[in-house]
């Protein structure tokens, strides 16, 4: 039994070393929004649907600010 319990703590702690590692945050200017194109034709759709590449008119407003505590 306690060899077991040894290699629990031996196999959590390595795997919380070898964990990958979170990004460092948002990158500015890496926003891929789709946009509207001239000519493009405006799909009509019934129900529910998922949308590959939907026309997109105003997007908030598109920015990266620091988090301060």
Known sequence: MWVQ???FV??????YLLRPKP???P???KV???TVEEGRKLG????T???KAPHVYWWGDV???AIKR
């Open 32 to 34: 891929d929004i789709p």
């Open 5 to 7: 319990i040894i290699l």
């Open 44 to 47: 009509v759709l019934f129900g």
């Open 23 to 25: 990004p460092a945050g």
């Open 49 to 51: 649907r998922w949308l």
């Open 10 to 15: 031996i196999t959590s702690f390595v795997s």
């Open 63 to 65: 920015k990266t600010t």
């Open 27 to 29: 990158q500015p200017g």
